[in-house]
């Protein structure tokens, strides 16, 4: 189930029905709650394919044993967490990668002249595999290294990793952010309620209005045959609206159905295309996975811990962990060299920028880095929306100006494009935020009722009848 | 969010919400849905769907010859070669992607070409004989070609007449696709005048090597359809209850011509010939005096298929020699067929 299906908003109108009309009380109403939430999960993840849920069952008890065993047998701990690195990976590593991987073997085996003749594996990709594999290792790597205590309720750390808001794309939370919400006693507020509503109802209308409108001119651009590098860049910042809006959509849809269920999600965008700087890009951008990445693999191959205040780590440690970082980070997008491609680009920009501002006696002013940036994170979204490999190499082969003739009319129309989705984008971003601002204002409701009867209308008046589905479900 | 409430937390103003306040709420809420209804409204009166404009103006064009009918129709008829073939002055392509025949009986009744033209309708005869219309789309469609209160074909294809849903559909569908247009369009049109070259965003992408049509358009084949075939077939309807004897009037009332061309088909190229649902349309045509081109056992290259009734570009070209032979052979009210002749 998607969260723009229409079944999703009568799905969730029962959940939250019966979520908040139970009569119970005290610790009975909270697991009565949690048990509600966690079936629903179950009927939201299993909606369309069934035998998913079995995965996620098994990355679940798997991370729940072995924290219980942690909490026994510590002196076992090193052991444990290889099991669930194991597990967890190994089960990415089949669904996900296997697939890739032994394509990927067979075709350079071919082009070292080994005449191969592999079946293609068909294996489908569990959705939100990704997702759930990291939270659920960041319980796991939590207890192992002693900063959460491990739960011994399996419902809890069940409805930890399958909480539907966030299951299939993310936030991806930590047990330490997400964990003690679900062990507190919930009550419903009306404000909470509302304030939720406010913001999955901009998170629809991202999705809805902007990033479905955006993708009916860039999917025509990048099906194109040998394109000129205009059109290909100006589809490519075309497609930075549509994958901001697309994504931090869903994260608002899911941001404000957990609210509305009595449940804080991480914030996981922060205006990305403000960055000045690559680091800077990465602070903004999927901030719950980027700083997953940071605290899990970055800085354990830098040979730091998070809290760790010690020297900091030579540049040539850095520069590795740097590419190590961004590689996976790349390829947990997606089994395809064009994720990988567009890991190392961004290792590379956040290697230069190092290297650049560290010899650099001036700063360039704001909105000329914000430019600079802007620029090369399109280029990045050029690899990773491409088609092919073809796509790139025809980029780098062509001269940039060529074809400018039979172009200019299909960019000037993307101008206008990334012009209204981004101005839609920042417009509403504002107005959404003013909303959320009103706080204890009297005159909140009136302002809200207002924005929904706002939002609705918009969604009512741009819904596609084909609706594409959410872009990172893809991952 | 807790049970408790301390005294620093900020109150909630939807615990008890001031009545002036929701009052204000309310009465702005109702203004914003208003306006939006009104505004759609002004929009669709302004804008047409461009699926269902561009077939109209091909029909109203004045062209000699008309070639109505779907995707199949598309993928068969190269327009200016038929005209070559047929030595005619014009040949206009008025087929509508994903169209059957509630939608041809709609574009000819509402919007009838020129006294003495000859309209082609070539659709697989499946999707001629289609009663009631199976998706949304389909519906917006024909709803969008109406131009009035169409008793006999809405309760063909809707079930009854246009609903308040029907309109409200179409106008959003228009004012929809008004506004993407417009997004690309002030650009362009600013450049345009620049410049002084009229563009068009569909035309250049077209250029471009993409597909045509317009990106826009509203009411698209749903997921996994394949152009020209929705995803829920509609009933087939006998030839008597169909949309066949709607045509004829539209022909007799428009006085234009009336040619029933049953397209290519991969299936009967080396099928026995047999009695199909085709035979019977035809028969049933031909007693109303409707001239039928039967190309299913047509001499047809089968590498010019690229499905079942759809051909490649490549294999258009001899599609639309063979239609002009058809065409050009077949006496008023006569009978031209294929391999499987009678």
Known sequence: ?475 | MTSSTSASEPLDPWARPQPRALALGLACAAAVVGLMAVGVRALADQVGNPRAAQAVEQVRSGAPWIIVGNSVAQSVVDPARLAERLETDAVAQAAIDGALGPHVAALLRHHPPSPGATVVVLMPTHNLLAGRLPSESDRALLVELLRAPDAPLTSLALGGAVSALDLWTRDRDRARSGLLSAVTATPLRLVSALSGVPVRLDSALSELGAEAGPIAGPSGPLPGAAPGRPVVEAEELPPASSVLPLLVEAAEEGDFRLVVVVPFDRRRQDAPCRVAPEDEAGRWLNEAGVSVVDLRGAPLDPSAFSREFHLHNAGRAQGTDLLAEGLRAVAPGGYISGACGR
């Open chain 1, 1 to 475: 189930m998607t969260f723009v299906q229409q079944e999703f908003l009568v799905f969730f109108a029962l959940v939250l029905a019966i979520t908040w009309g139970m009569p119970l009380v005290g610790e009975r109403r909270r697991v009565a709650q949690n048990v509600v939430l966690l079936v629903a999960s179950a009927v939201f993840y299993g909606w369309v394919e069934p035998w998913m849920l079995g995965l996620l069952l098994f990355s679940t008890a798997l991370d729940y044993g072995v924290t219980v065993g942690m909490a026994r047998w510590p002196e076992r701990r090193g052991r444990l967490l290889a099991l669930s690195l194991v597990g967890n990976l190994g089960l990415l590593g089949v669904f996900k990668y296997l697939g890739f991987f032994v394509t990927s073997v067979g075709e350079a085996l071919t082009a070292l002249g080994f005449k191969v003749h592999w079946p293609t594996l068909e294996i489908a990709l569990p959705v939100g595999i990704s997702f759930y594999t990291f939270q659920t290792l960041s319980y796991t790597l939590d207890v192992y290294r002693g900063k959460l205590t491990p739960r011994r309720s399996f419902l809890d750390v069940a409805l930890f990793v399958s909480f539907f808001p966030q299951l299939v794309a993310g936030p991806v939370e930590r047990a330490r952010d997400l964990l003690p919400q679900l062990e507190r006693p919930r009550q419903a507020a009306a404000g909470q309620l509302a304030s939720g509503l406010s913001l999955a109802l901009w998170g629809a209308v991202k999705k809805i209005v902007v990033a479905d409108q955006v993708a009916l001119y860039v999917d025509r651009c990048f099906v194109l045959n040998e394109p000129p590098p205009t059109v290909l860049f100006m589809a490519s910042a075309a497609f930075a609206v549509q994958i901001l809006a697309d994504f931090s959509g869903y994260t608002d849809i899911a941001r404000g159905t957990a609210r509305m269920l009595g449940v804080n999600l991480t914030h996981n965008f922060d205006r990305p295309y403000l960055a000045e700087s690559p680091s800077d890009f990465w602070r903004r951008w999927h901030v719950s996975f980027s700083s997953w990445i940071h605290e899990y693999v970055y800085l354990p191959l830098c040979g730091r811990s998070a809290d760790d205040d010690g020297p900091p780590p030579s540049a040539a440690r850095r520069t590795l962990a740097t590419f190590g970082s961004l590689l996976i980070s790349g390829l947990w997008h997606g089994a395809a060299w064009k994720f990988v491609l567009w890991g190392a680009y961004h290792a590379s920009l956040l290697t230069l920028w190092r290297a650049v501002s560290r010899r650099s006696p001036v700063s360039a002013p704001r909105p000329l880095k914000i430019g600079v940036m802007f620029v090369c994170t399109v280029f990045g979204w050029l690899l990773f929306r491409m088609q092919d490999g073809d796509t790139l190499r025809h980029v780098l082969q062509t001269a940039p100006w060529a074809g400018w003739s039979r172009a200019w009319p299909t960019v000037y129309a993307l101008v206008g494009v990334v012009s209204v989705g981004g101005g839609v984008l920042a417009l509403g971003g504002a107005v959404e935020a003013r909303v959320s601002a009103l706080r204890s204002s009297p005159w909140r409701p009136s302002v809200e009722l207002a924005w929904w009867a706002l939002a609705a209308s918009l969604i009512l008046l741009m819904a596609r009848s084909t609706q594409s589905d959410f872009l990172y479900f893809r991952f």
